[in-house]
């Protein structure tokens, strides 16, 4: 693989954009682990979920400020599935109790950046959909460098 500079959406400059995936690497790190019975049940579900945050993130950056919380209020009911699904595997021991609180926890930021970037685009403060709130939720750093195979 060769370093290869490529433009980003805006988007994928949101910092709970990026957050999201790196959920998404935590959760199919966890699920792959799984028993084989769960592959059609807990661990697709699971998958689905954790991938729905982020794909209606960048879906819901590309309309009006009003369908942009409709997407962000979407992308958080698929995060509450997450904790579901993090809570089913526990039960199941699946996972342990650390995995378990450290997904939670991942979940929690998550969460309250995306009511967080609701309340802000439903204020008057807000001057365009992804202008987010402070610069804690803004972007990721300057020199974050994305790697894509060769094409």
């Known amino acids: ?14 910092n709970v954009y990026q957050k999201s995936l790196d959920l998404i690497d935590n959760i199919y790190d966890v699920a792959d682990k799984f028993p084989a019975k769960e592959a059609y049940n807990l661990t697709l579900q ?9 794909l209606n993130i960048g879906e819901g950056s590309g309309g009006s400020r009003k369908e942009f919380i409709k997407f962000l209020t979407i992308s958080r009911r698929s995060l509450r599935e997450c904790i579901v699904c993090t809570t089913l595997a526990f ?3 699946y996972i342990d109790e650390q995995t378990q609180l450290s997904l939670r926890n991942q979940l929690t930021e998550i969460s309250k950046m995306l009511s967080g970037f609701i309340n802000y685009l439903e204020s008057d403060n807000a001057k365009n959909n992804l202008s987010e709130p402070t610069v804690e939720y803004l972007t990721t750093s300057p020199n974050t460098e994305l790697i894509t195979p060769n094409l």
């Open 46 to 54: 699971f998958k689905r979920a954790a991938n729905s945050i982020s």
């Open 1 to 14: 693989m060769s370093k290869a500079e490529i433009e980003l959406f805006d988007f994928e400059k949101l």
């Open 91 to 93: 039960r199941r021991k």
